[in-house]
């Protein structure tokens, strides 16, 4: 008969060890985007487009 205990524990164990490696993996990347250079950003006007005498943005 399966040890169905053993079995469910080490699966657990697993996938607990799992998650909490995708978790600093996720703090670490999360850390590297806060800490990254700021982006430049730059606003642009936009064009009016007059179709008939009807105005569009």
């Not at 699966?11 to 985007?33: C, D, G, H, P, S």
Request: without cysteine; proline residues 4%.
């Amino acid at each position: 008969m399966a040890d169905y205990k053993t079995m469910y524990m080490k699966l657990f164990n697993k996938v607990t060890a799992i998650i909490e490696e995708l978790q600093e993996v996720q703090r670490q990347t999360e850390r590297m985007y806060i800490e990254s250079p700021k982006p430049e950003i730059a606003l642009f006007e936009r064009e009016q487009v007059v179709i008939g005498s009807i105005q569009k943005e």
